[in-house]
């Protein structure tokens, strides 16, 4: 069973940053891929970004340039450094994992159907 536990979610004014973590546990394969993705109030969930184990990350067009990926195996945690925010970012934040076979390692993007959800962590940007 794969735990997820997002944090680093805040209030912050626009132009400002934040970088959002998550912890990950109970992951056992060797190929996985791994996203953040965000709700705003009445608004459907949306991808941001993702990255597989392997390291190919995909960005949804709104963020790229401002917000990037990663993870630290040895930590096994997933990271979303968020710069130069805007009041549109505004949503709830939710790390997702879905594990991936050999030969579909590199079959990762913001439509692909992740299996675990964390509980999310809420951000919030200020005009």
């Known amino acids: 069973q794969v735990q997820l536990v997002e944090s680093g979610g805040g209030s912050v004014q626009a132009g400002g940053s934040l970088r959002l973590s998550c912890a990950a546990s109970g992951i056992t394969t060797s190929w996985y891929c791994m996203g953040w993705f965000r709700q705003a109030p009445g608004k459907e969930r949306e991808g941001v970004a993702t990255i597989t184990s392997s390291g190919l990350t995909t960005y949804a067009d709104s963020v790229k340039g401002r917000f990037t990926i990663s993870k630290d195996n040895a930590k096994n945690t997933l990271y979303l450094q968020m710069n130069s925010l805007k009041p549109d970012d505004t949503a709830t934040y939710y790390c997702?994992?879905?594990?991936?076979?050999?030969?579909?390692?590199?079959?990762?993007?913001?439509?692909?159907?992740?299996?675990?959800w964390g509980a999310g962590t809420q951000v919030t940007v200020s005009s």
């Open positions: 997702a994992y879905i594990s991936l076979t050999y030969f579909g390692r590199s079959n990762c993007n913001l439509e692909s159907a992740f299996t675990y």
